[in-house]
């Protein structure tokens, strides 16, 4: 068990009860306490998956393109600059759909995209397929609520990057639910508790659910990719990289056993970052804060040989953000859904989260208390905890943030 970084003992008291089930398991040092398996956990199975391992929003990630803009681009003075940021801000979130439940409003969203037609399709109740193949393809590119964004950066050199983060949206939702209870023995559109349900993947459920666990990760990579596509030509650049990752998935990779041994195992990663050598990840941090482009230390033998074994212990895996240390009700309060009525007060303040956006620089769209700088940890601390393990390429400033608005009433909700 490898643990990186600080926690809480109700995290790592349910990260040993993930460990009594799993091979191998590790948490990253944003974790934090999450529905049976911790957020930032890692866990290795043999020819088994976890429902509730891979979550709810399955495939959700993040993928960032850097541009061919500079920083001069956008805002070529202080005095008309800002105005220029404001405009930008406002045309993604004309253009791009954000909110819970919400339909693609933009008429090149990628309704036709070939996954739709995949095979995989048939996994489904034959009564839920079409439905939820419709409410798909509308939503496919909105970027849903909560921590889900679209950010414009500038890094070190001056040079203009895009990053998004959201996953599968109701699809991969309804999957989670609808496995979660045929898993303990319930109807597909049963309510049943948050527990762990492991999958044979020998079998036909875990087959199934393998199947349109991996359709939702092509559903979520079209996703991210079209919006973060989008935006970049509403700032008017082309681009240059793409950096793209999950991190509620799971895959089947070779690792080695205790004994040195090649070994198979299903690794699922919730709210942790694929980092093996050589592999580039983004991992944001706040609305208020820097973002990073990291990559897997690629150690020598000589000088890397515990960086190695730590990467080996982590399941070559990484921070997926800087990580929570305050809950919603605790940041916001809690409010009544449709009016937005406040019932008790949260810790944060408008006045607070605006003081520290004002002082970053950030033009904001949306956004709630619950999602503001003071809820989470700082990246730096996070990815310091995290060692030698990956290595920053860049560091992102925020130039804009776009969110769902805070307490936003959902018209699709149902």
């Known amino acids: 068990m490898r643990i990186f970084g600080q926690h809480d003992e109700n995290t790592l008291r349910q990260l ?34 976890s429902v509730v391992g891979v979550g709810f929003d399955i495939a959700c990630g993040n993928a960032a393109i850097r541009t061919d803009l500079t920083l001069d681009d956008l805002a070529p003075d202080a005095g008309t600059g800002r105005k220029r940021l404001e ?4 045309e993604i979130a004309a253009n791009v759909s954000f909110g819970v439940g919400r339909k693609n409003r933009s008429d090149d969203a990628p309704m036709d995209d070939p996954l739709f037609e ?13 439905n939820l193949r419709e409410k798909a393809r509308g939503q496919l590119g909105t970027v849903g609520s909560g921590n889900h964004y679209v950010d414009v950066f500038a890094d070190e050199a001056g040079t203009v990057w895009v990053g998004v983060h959201f996953g599968s949206r109701g699809f ?20 049943v508790p948050e527990k762990e349900v492991l999958l044979d993947l020998s079998q036909p459920l875990g087959h199934d659910y393998w199947a349109l666990m991996e359709l939702a990760g092509r559903y979520a990579y079209a996703g991210r990719e079209w919006v973060a596509r989008k935006v970049v030509s509403l700032l008017g650049g082309t681009e240059q990289e793409l950096v793209h990752n999950h991190h509620n998935f799971a895959w089947r990779e070779q690792h080695l056993s205790a004994a040195g041994e090649p070994v198979e195992y299903v690794v699922v990663r919730k709210g942790a970052t694929p980092a093996f050598p050589g592999q580039k990840g983004f991992i944001g941090g706040s609305m208020g804060d820097d973002a990073v482009i990291v990559q897997g230390a690629s150690p020598d033998e000589e000088a890397g040989a515990e960086t190695a074994r730590i990467q080996r212990d982590a399941l070559y895996s990484t921070v997926h953000g800087a990580g929570r240390v305050m809950s919603r009700t605790a940041a916001a309060g809690k409010r009544r859904w449709k009016t937005g009525e406040i019932i008790s007060p949260g810790k944060v303040s408008p006045e607070m989260m605006q003081s520290w956006i004002a002082r970053k620089g950030v033009v904001l769209r949306g956004g709630g208390l619950d999602e503001s700088p003071h809820v989470y940890r700082r990246l730096p601390e996070v990815l310091a905890a995290q060692g030698d393990t990956v290595r920053v390429l860049h560091t992102l400033r925020p130039l804009i943030v776009v969110m769902a608005g805070a307490n936003e009433f959902d018209p699709y909700k149902d």
Not at 87 to 90: P, R, S, V
Not at 122 to 127: D, I, S
Not at 172 to 191: I, N, P
């Open 87 to 90: 405009k930008l801000a406002d």
């Open 172 to 191: 991969g939702h309804t999957v989670a639910s609808g496995f979660l209870a045929l898993g303990q023995g319930a109807g597909w559109r049963d309510r």
């Open 16 to 49: 040993e009860t993930v460990a009594e089930r799993a091979e191998r398991v590790a948490l990253m040092a944003d974790g934090h306490l999450g529905y049976v398996m911790p957020i930032g956990g890692v866990a290795a199975y043999r020819d088994r998956v």
């Open 118 to 130: 995949d095979p995989s399709w048939g996994a489904l109740p034959p009564r839920e397929r079409g």
